[in-house]
Structures are given as structure tokens and as C-alpha cells.
């Protein structure tokens, strides 16, 4: 079958820096997705990986290893806003996303 | 504003109402997605429309049906619900056919089955 895993609930503090995995087992892979959802609000997209490596895109990077079937997002500098849930999403070979349940992350000032 | 609008954004309904869930996308894309989202769990497919053709029924229940009329809009009509059928319901567009393109969501509509 196919499965997304990421940790349920993560705490960190205010300007630090915060990291959050997901590991993936799929029906092939076109790549994978870090969507960020504020409670109540639509997820919105946030970063793309499809080759191997770190994509970096201002406070937020998100590393891709395909052979491990893992990725991460990089949260820096937190910021009270950032308080949000993270859905890790990864492309099958159908082109349909498979999508984990999510990680609420909790900034304390 | 995603570009993505659904409406209502709660709604109350007892089992043996009948309502829609609308959505409309102005974005030119051509797929559109349902997804219902229950709490703690991942997001589920529930419907697929490429071109306003249904290409995905994920072995949804009957008592949702979806409906497309042009590329640009799409309902979920719902009848004789039942309790853990409450949970967001999200609709998505996308252009479909290419890996890597994001997929924009509506904000969703808050259901409650009472």
C-alpha cells in the first residue's frame, strides 16, 4: 500500500529553527510537496522537490532523498505565524497526490 | 484568496437533509478535486474531474455525488448523511497531466452531521 509518515505534533520556540520529516513508501514517485494549512484556512503551497537535495526558498528549505524515501522541511528564524499545520503530499506514478496526515506545529514565544 | 471559492463554509445538516457544496475556480485549470478532511487523518480524494470528465471515484459512498457542468465549477451534493460524514470538505483545481504543478485549494466548507 501506499503511506506517508509524518510526526502528529511538534513544539518549538519563537526565532528558532525547527525541522519536520516525512518518509514516504508510494506506487512510484513524481515528486513531493510541503503545503502549510492555518487552521480554518486552505492549505497553500510551499515548496516542490523532485531531484535529490535542498531546495532553499527564504526561511523555509525542504530536502529531498529519494533513495531513502525521505523528506524534511526547514523552518527557520520561527516566527509566531508560522504556527500552522504541514502536509507533506508525494506525486505517484499516476500523478495523483498521496497525502500524509499532517504536522501541527506549535510555536511558544 | 487562493483563486479557488467555496461556499457555504459551515454548513448544518440533519441525515436526511439534501444539500450542495459548491466550488469555482477562475484560474484556467483543467482538474478539479474534492477532498474531505477528518481530523488527525491524511487528506482523501475523493473525486477526480479532468475536463469535466469524472476520471477518479476513490469508492466513495453514494450519498455523495459530484457534478461538473463546465471546467470552472463543481458541487458535491450530499443526502442522507450520516454522523462521521462531518469533516472539511476541500476542493482543489489544478493543471492536471504534468508532474509538479500545485494543486490551489478553497478554504472549504466546515460540515456537520447532525
Known amino acids: 500500500g501506499q503511506n506517508i509518515d509524518q510526526p502528529t505534533e511538534m513544539t518549538a520556540t519563537e526565532g528558532a529553527i525547527v525541522q519536520i520529516n516525512c518518509t514516504y513508501q508510494?506506487?512510484?514517485?513524481?515528486?513531493l510537496f510541503w503545503y502549510q494549512q492555518h487552521a480554518g484556512e486552505a492549505p497553500t503551497f510551499l515548496s516542490y522537490?523532485?531531484l535529490d537535495g535542498l531546495e532553499e526558498k527564504g526561511r523555509f528549505s525542504s530536502f529531498l532523498s529519494r533513495s531513502k524515501g525521505y523528506s524534511y522541511l526547514l523552518l527557520k528564524e520561527l516566527q509566531m505565524k508560522d504556527s500552522a499545520s504541514y502536509l507533506c503530499a508525494v506525486e505517484d506514478s499516476n500523478y495523483q497526490l498521496i497525502w500524509g496526515a499532517g504536522t501541527k506545529l506549535i510555536i511558544k514565544p | 484568496e487562493t483563486g479557488v471559492t467555496q461556499t457555504p463554509r459551515h454548513l448544518v445538516m440533519g441525515m436526511t437533509n439534501k444539500k450542495s457544496l459548491k466550488c469555482e475556480q477562475h484560474?484556467?485549470?483543467?482538474?478539479m478535486y474534492w477532498y474531505k478532511q477528518s481530523a488527525k487523518k491524511p487528506l482523501e480524494l475523493m473525486f477526480v474531474y479532468n475536463f469535466k470528465e469524472q476520471t477518479e471515484n476513490n469508492s466513495v459512498p453514494s450519498r455523495f455525488s459530484p457534478e461538473c457542468p463546465n471546467s470552472s465549477h463543481l458541487f458535491l451534493h450530499l443526502h442522507t448523511l450520516q454522523p462521521e460524514d462531518s469533516a472539511l470538505y476541500l476542493c482543489?483545481?489544478?493543471?492536471?497531466?504534468?508532474?509538479?504543478?500545485?494543486?490551489?485549494f478553497g478554504q472549504g466548507t466546515r460540515l456537520t452531521v447532525v
Open positions: 522537490n523532485v
Open positions: 482543489a483545481s489544478s493543471e492536471q497531466g504534468t508532474g509538479g504543478t500545485e494543486a490551489f
Open positions: 484560474l484556467g485549470h483543467n482538474a
Open positions: 508510494t506506487s512510484g514517485f513524481n515528486g
